[in-house]
């Protein structure tokens, strides 16, 4: 029997969640080269940054994946490297590894070591995955600016885990602490990663259609936040809310303008021309398979 609700999230596993966790593909290759000369880094940032060639990005990853475990044998508990391991292995199993069974075993790694990051690098930040939710939910209100990086990176790598587990409930039901973190992000700092937090959050209110609890309309104004945020210059924002959002809703004239204007769209941007590239192929596959789909 046809579900739609089924089809979509079928459709956004392929081109929803791997766009968000891929954009910390930047910070985990830059600050693992910042460990290793701080010269390289700012430099590595940007070629990464404004880059248009994803194949080359992609097959360049492994190498800084074996960088990095090269790092973290010497310091194993260091929490500057835990981070960055965790931001490369979760970036490259959302945006490359097409195995679920490979980036699921990728996720895990990177979501034990973030853990263990955040237990090394914020105060009383041990155990999160494990406490009682409304005592984990007090410690991140109780999180202020300073924090929003290492928040973020946690939220996103959490979800990066939670979208390789998708088939097991006890992973979808950790859903609420993260969204708990991206939503303390928005709050402390909207414009972080280019109003990224947004991103999410619209995400997290489009998994579901309104008769299962899920928010589309919300989902819709956390887009445009963040749409508003990085001046319509982040094109994966559109991605998302066509994909997410317009297929929710089953709204094919919005779905196919927004991604029309994806691919009219320059791709060159600061610091955004990696993930514009790839939001445009992402746009011509959504469009590609939207007579299917509607």
Known sequence: MYNPYLRHRRSSKIAGWFALVGVCLLSGCASIMGSVTGGLASNL?????????PAMIRDGAPSY???????MAGSPDNATLLAQSAELHSAYAGAFVEDPVRAARLNSKAKAQILRATCRSLKNACGLESRDFDEFSAWVDAQGPSSVPALYSLGSIWAGWIQGNSSDFAAIAQLGRVKALIQRVADLDPEHANGGAFLYLGVFETLLPPAMGGRPELGRRHFERALTISNERNLIVKVMMANQYARLIFDRELHDRLLQEVLAADVQAPGLTLMNTVAQERAQLLLDSADDYF
């Open 45 to 53: 940032s940007a070629a990464i940054l404004n880059s248009d060639d």
């Open 65 to 71: 994946l074996i960088l990095i475990d090269s790092l």
